[in-house]
C-alpha cells in the first residue's frame, strides 16, 4: 500500500521539488519504506512505497517506462498482475521488475484508458503521458483507494491525502457549508464532495483524464442488477462459496507476513476459515475487546480462533480513547464521525505488530443484505404500498405526542413510510432530525443552507438503481454512497496510519457483480439476514457463528462522554476553537446537559461535535503532525 501525489507545474510553485517532498513527507505512514519524486517541465509526481510485491529497489516510484514517455505513481494491488504480465510478455512487451505497477504501465502503453477493465484489485494510481501531456487518473471499482484531486484554473493536483494537497501553498482552504450539513447527516461527507469548496474526490468505477487545461471525468464500471441468477438455491449457495474462495485465495499473494480481522461474526470468520483451508501454518489473526460485555464479541473471536488453532492476539480498549482521538481525526483530514474508528485503528495497529498484510471481512453487509435497517426499511416498504398515504400521515400526527415506546414506534414506522421509498431509506440512514440540525446550527450557516437537500446523495442512487425490486435499490445504494463513503475510508486511513495493508475478498468486483445477481429472497429469507452467505460459510463455519446476532464495531459512546472522554470533550467543544461560528452553543449545551444528567442519551451527536471540533483545530492550525 502507499501513497500517491502530484500537480501541474504551475501548481508546485517556484520551489517545485521542496513542494513535492513536502506532499510526499506529509503521508510517510502510508509508505514507510521509500518515498521519491519526479519533475519535468510540466509536472511533478511523488510517491511513497510501502513494499509488498517485490521488495527490491527495482520497484521504486515514480516509475517511467523503457521509452521514457510514460510516467507511473500507484496505490493498491492489483490481483491478477501475473496473469496480465504473461499476456503482455507475449504482446513482446519486456519487464525490470517483477511488480504490479509496471504491469499497469505497460497494459496501458497496449491497451490505454480501457486497460482500466482488465485490472482486478484495489487501486488508485496516475500515468503521466510526456509526449501527448495528458494525465490519465484511475479509482478502483468499489472505492478501497482514495483519491483527491483539484482541477480549477489554472492548474490540476491529486493525492491520497487532502494532508498532501494542502502543502500546495496557492490551493484554497474554504469550508463547503453544504458538507458541514452532509456531514451532520451521514457523519460522513459523500463523494465527490469534501469539506473544501475546492477539493474534490475521484467517485469509485471512474477515471480522470487531463489535458489541454481541462479535467474529464468518466465511468468506466458499475453495479448490475438488472439479471438475477435462475439457478437453484443448492447451485448458487455453492457457486457463492466457490466465487468468494477464489477472491480469498488471489489475495493472499504476498512478499511480506499476511495475517486477518477477526471479530467473531459471519464475514470475517468465513474468511479466516477459507484462507486457513490453503495453508499449512496457522493463519495469524487479531481481535480487538471492550471491558463492557455489552459491546464485546473479543470472547467469540477468540473461541473461533481456537478451533482453527490460529495464532491469535487480542487487545481490549480501555481508557485508551482520550490519548489517540486527536490523531484519529488528523488522518482523516475532513470531518468523519463512525466512532468504530477507534476499534479499527486498534485492530490495525495489532495486527502491524506481527503483520504487514491483513484480510478483512468488509463488504458483506452491503452485498448480502446483513444490517437490521434493511429489514427494517423492506418492511416499511410494505406498508407504504398497502396502506393509503392519508392513513399513514394521520396515524404520524396523532401519534407524534405520544411517550410511550410502543406509540414513538408507530409513529417512526408511519412517518417514514408516508415518504418516497427513497426519501425512507434517506432516513434511516441519517443521524439527527431536520429539527434538531436547524437548533443547532448558527442562523448564518442556516441561511446558507435551508435550501439545500443532503437527501440527494442517497436520491441520487437509489432512483439509478437497475434492480427489480426495494432490497435490490437500497443494496445498490449503500454500495455506493455508505460503503465507499464511510466503511472504506475508515479502514483505509486506521490501517494506513498503522502502515498495513487491507485486502477485503468480499469487495472483489467478481463476488460484488455475483451477488448482485443473487435474487433478493435468498439475501433475506423468511426474515434472516444475510441468508445466502450464511448458507455458503455453513460449509466452512460452525452453526453457533452463523447464528449469533449480528454485532459490529459498536463503541459505547454513551458511556464515553460521561467518563472517559468528557473532560476532553467538554474542552474542545465548549473552548474557544470557532464552533461558535457554526454552531448554537447554547443548544448544545443543553444537549451536553441533558446526556449528563442521563435525560437523554446523545452519544452520537455528541461525538459528530467532537470530531468536528478537533478537526476545526488541526484545520485553523494547517498541518499538525501526530
Given at each position: 500500500?502507499?501513497?500517491?501525489?502530484?500537480?501541474?507545474?504551475?501548481?508546485?510553485?517556484?520551489?517545485?521539488?521542496?513542494?513535492?517532498?513536502?506532499?510526499?513527507?506529509?503521508?510517510?505512514?502510508?509508505?514507510?519504506?521509500?518515498?521519491?519524486?519526479?519533475?519535468?517541465?510540466?509536472?511533478?509526481?511523488?510517491?511513497?512505497?510501502?513494499?509488498?510485491?517485490?521488495?527490491?529497489?527495482?520497484?521504486?516510484?515514480?516509475?517511467?517506462?523503457?521509452?521514457?514517455?510514460?510516467?507511473?505513481?500507484?496505490?493498491?494491488?492489483?490481483?491478477?498482475?501475473?496473469?496480465?504480465?504473461?499476456?503482455?510478455?507475449?504482446?513482446?512487451?519486456?519487464?525490470?521488475?517483477?511488480?504490479?505497477?509496471?504491469?499497469?504501465?505497460?497494459?496501458?502503453?497496449?491497451?490505454?484508458?480501457?486497460?482500466?477493465?482488465?485490472?482486478?484489485?484495489?487501486?488508485?494510481?496516475?500515468?503521466?503521458?510526456?509526449?501527448?501531456?495528458?494525465?490519465?487518473?484511475?479509482?478502483?471499482?468499489?472505492?478501497?483507494?482514495?483519491?483527491?484531486?483539484?482541477?480549477?484554473?489554472?492548474?490540476?493536483?491529486?493525492?491520497?491525502?487532502?494532508?498532501?494537497?494542502?502543502?500546495?501553498?496557492?490551493?484554497?482552504?474554504?469550508?463547503?457549508?453544504?458538507?458541514?450539513?452532509?456531514?451532520?447527516?451521514?457523519?460522513?461527507?459523500?463523494?465527490?464532495?469534501?469539506?473544501?469548496?475546492?477539493?474534490?474526490?475521484?467517485?469509485?468505477?471512474?477515471?480522470?483524464?487531463?489535458?489541454?487545461?481541462?479535467?474529464?471525468?468518466?465511468?468506466?464500471?458499475?453495479?448490475?442488477?438488472?439479471?438475477?441468477?435462475?439457478?437453484?438455491?443448492?447451485?448458487?449457495?455453492?457457486?457463492?462459496?466457490?466465487?468468494?474462495?477464489?477472491?480469498?485465495?488471489?489475495?493472499?499473494?504476498?512478499?511480506?507476513?499476511?495475517?486477518?480481522?477477526?471479530?467473531?461474526?459471519?464475514?470475517?470468520?468465513?474468511?479466516?476459515?477459507?484462507?486457513?483451508?490453503?495453508?499449512?501454518?496457522?493463519?495469524?489473526?487479531?481481535?480487538?475487546?471492550?471491558?463492557?460485555?455489552?459491546?464485546?464479541?473479543?470472547?467469540?473471536?477468540?473461541?473461533?480462533?481456537?478451533?482453527?488453532?490460529?495464532?491469535?492476539?487480542?487487545?481490549?480498549?480501555?481508557?485508551?480513547?482520550?490519548?489517540?482521538?486527536?490523531?484519529?481525526?488528523?488522518?482523516?483530514?475532513?470531518?468523519?464521525?463512525?466512532?468504530?474508528?477507534?476499534?479499527?485503528?486498534?485492530?490495525?495497529?495489532?495486527?502491524?505488530?506481527?503483520?504487514?498484510?491483513?484480510?478483512?471481512?468488509?463488504?458483506?453487509?452491503?452485498?448480502?443484505?446483513?444490517?437490521?435497517?434493511?429489514?427494517?426499511?423492506?418492511?416499511?416498504?410494505?406498508?407504504?404500498?398497502?396502506?393509503?398515504?392519508?392513513?399513514?400521515?394521520?396515524?404520524?400526527?396523532?401519534?407524534?405526542?405520544?411517550?410511550?415506546?410502543?406509540?414513538?414506534?408507530?409513529?417512526?414506522?408511519?412517518?417514514?413510510?408516508?415518504?418516497?421509498?427513497?426519501?425512507?431509506?434517506?432516513?434511516?440512514?441519517?443521524?439527527?432530525?431536520?429539527?434538531?440540525?436547524?437548533?443547532?446550527?448558527?442562523?448564518?450557516?442556516?441561511?446558507?443552507?435551508?435550501?439545500?437537500?443532503?437527501?440527494?446523495?442517497?436520491?441520487?442512487?437509489?432512483?439509478?438503481?437497475?434492480?427489480?425490486?426495494?432490497?435490490?435499490?437500497?443494496?445498490?445504494?449503500?454500495?455506493?454512497?455508505?460503503?465507499?463513503?464511510?466503511?472504506?475510508?475508515?479502514?483505509?486511513?486506521?490501517?494506513?496510519?498503522?502502515?498495513?495493508?487491507?485486502?477485503?475478498?468480499?469487495?472483489?468486483?467478481?463476488?460484488?457483480?455475483?451477488?448482485?445477481?443473487?435474487?433478493?429472497?435468498?439475501?433475506?429469507?423468511?426474515?434472516?439476514?444475510?441468508?445466502?452467505?450464511?448458507?455458503?460459510?455453513?460449509?466452512?463455519?460452525?452453526?453457533?457463528?452463523?447464528?449469533?446476532?449480528?454485532?459490529?464495531?459498536?463503541?459505547?459512546?454513551?458511556?464515553?462522554?460521561?467518563?472517559?472522554?468528557?473532560?476532553?470533550?467538554?474542552?474542545?467543544?465548549?473552548?474557544?476553537?470557532?464552533?461558535?461560528?457554526?454552531?448554537?452553543?447554547?443548544?448544545?449545551?443543553?444537549?451536553?446537559?441533558?446526556?449528563?444528567?442521563?435525560?437523554?442519551?446523545?452519544?452520537?451527536?455528541?461525538?459528530?461535535?467532537?470530531?468536528?471540533?478537533?478537526?476545526?483545530?488541526?484545520?485553523?492550525?494547517?498541518?499538525?503532525?501526530y
Amino acid at each position: 500500500m502507499c501513497g500517491i501525489a502530484g500537480a501541474t507545474r504551475g501548481m508546485l510553485g517556484q520551489d517545485a521539488e521542496e513542494t513535492l517532498h513536502r506532499m510526499n513527507d506529509v503521508m510517510v505512514h502510508r509508505g514507510p519504506d521509500m518515498g521519491d519524486i519526479y519533475l519535468d517541465s510540466d509536472l511533478g509526481l511523488c510517491h511513497r512505497r510501502l513494499s509488498i510485491i517485490d521488495l527490491s529497489e527495482d520497484g521504486r516510484q515514480p516509475m517511467l517506462s523503457d521509452d521514457g514517455k510514460l510516467v507511473i505513481v500507484f496505490n493498491g494491488e492489483i490481483y491478477n498482475f501475473q496473469e496480465l504480465r504473461s499476456e503482455l510478455l507475449a504482446k513482446g512487451h519486456t519487464f525490470r521488475t517483477g511488480t504490479d505497477t509496471e504491469v499497469l504501465l505497460y497494459l496501458y502503453k497496449e491497451y490505454g484508458e480501457a486497460s482500466i477493465e482488465r485490472i482486478r484489485g484495489m487501486f488508485a494510481y496516475t500515468i503521466w503521458d510526456r509526449s501527448e501531456k495528458k494525465l490519465f487518473a484511475a479509482r478502483d471499482r468499489i472505492g478501497k483507494k482514495p483519491f483527491y484531486y483539484y482541477a480549477k484554473s489554472g492548474g490540476f493536483a491529486f493525492a491520497s491525502e487532502i494532508k498532501s494537497l494542502l502543502q500546495i501553498d496557492r490551493l484554497g482552504t474554504d469550508i463547503d457549508p453544504t458538507a458541514l450539513i452532509d456531514y451532520l447527516k451521514y457523519l460522513f461527507i459523500p463523494h465527490p464532495k469534501s469539506i473544501y469548496n475546492d477539493i474534490e474526490k475521484l467517485e469509485p468505477g471512474h477515471y480522470l483524464i487531463y489535458k489541454n487545461g481541462r479535467a474529464e471525468v468518466k465511468q468506466y464500471w458499475d453495479v448490475d442488477f438488472s439479471d438475477p441468477l435462475r439457478s437453484g438455491e443448492g447451485e448458487i449457495i455453492e457457486e457463492l462459496l466457490d466465487v468468494v474462495a477464489e477472491a480469498v485465495k488471489c489475495r493472499m499473494i504476498s512478499d511480506v507476513p499476511l495475517g486477518a480481522f477477526l471479530s467473531g461474526g459471519v464475514d470475517s470468520s468465513g474468511i479466516v476459515a477459507l484462507m486457513a483451508r490453503g495453508v499449512s501454518e496457522p493463519v495469524t489473526t487479531c481481535s480487538i475487546g471492550f471491558d463492557d460485555e455489552k459491546h464485546n464479541e473479543a470472547m467469540y473471536a477468540k473461541s473461533f480462533a481456537r478451533s482453527l488453532s490460529t495464532n491469535h492476539h487480542e487487545h481490549y480498549i480501555k481508557d485508551e480513547p482520550a490519548g489517540i482521538i486527536e490523531k484519529l481525526v488528523w488522518h482523516f483530514d475532513e470531518p468523519f464521525a463512525d466512532s468504530s474508528m477507534v476499534p479499527t485503528y486498534y485492530v490495525s495497529n495489532l495486527a502491524r505488530q506481527n503483520v504487514t498484510v491483513a484480510l478483512s471481512g468488509d463488504g458483506g453487509d452491503e452485498s448480502f443484505a446483513g444490517y437490521e435497517k434493511y429489514s427494517i426499511d423492506r418492511y416499511e416498504n410494505m406498508v407504504r404500498e398497502f396502506v393509503p398515504h392519508p392513513v399513514l400521515e394521520g396515524i404520524a400526527r396523532i401519534t407524534n405526542s405520544f411517550q410511550s415506546g410502543l406509540n414513538k414506534r408507530l409513529n417512526s414506522l408511519c412517518s417514514s413510510a408516508a415518504l418516497s421509498p427513497a426519501e425512507g431509506f434517506y432516513v434511516t440512514n441519517t443521524f439527527i432530525t431536520d429539527v434538531q440540525l436547524k437548533s443547532i446550527l448558527t442562523n448564518r450557516i442556516w441561511q446558507e443552507v435551508m435550501e439545500y437537500d443532503p437527501a440527494a446523495h442517497m436520491k441520487r442512487y437509489f432512483n439509478s438503481a437497475n434492480g427489480r425490486d426495494h432490497l435490490s435499490k437500497i443494496l445498490y445504494a449503500d454500495l455506493k454512497l455508505y460503503l465507499p463513503g464511510d466503511i472504506l475510508v475508515k479502514v483505509d486511513r486506521m490501517s494506513m496510519a498503522n502502515s498495513l495493508e487491507v485486502r477485503s475478498p468480499l469487495l472483489d468486483h467478481k463476488v460484488i457483480e455475483f451477488a448482485a445477481r443473487i435474487p433478493s429472497s435468498l439475501k433475506i429469507h423468511r426474515g434472516e439476514k444475510k441468508y445466502a452467505l450464511k448458507k455458503s460459510f455453513g460449509k466452512v463455519v460452525p452453526q453457533d457463528v452463523l447464528n449469533r446476532k449480528k454485532h459490529g464495531f459498536v463503541v459505547p459512546l454513551n458511556s464515553w462522554f460521561k467518563n472517559e472522554l468528557k473532560e476532553m470533550a467538554e474542552q474542545s467543544i465548549f473552548g474557544d476553537h470557532g464552533m461558535e461560528g457554526y454552531f448554537n452553543m447554547n443548544a448544545i449545551k443543553t444537549l451536553w446537559n441533558e446526556h449528563q444528567a442521563c435525560s437523554v442519551s446523545h452519544g452520537t451527536l455528541l461525538w459528530t461535535l467532537f470530531v468536528f471540533s478537533l478537526w476545526l483545530q488541526q484545520c485553523y492550525r494547517r498541518n499538525p503532525s501526530y
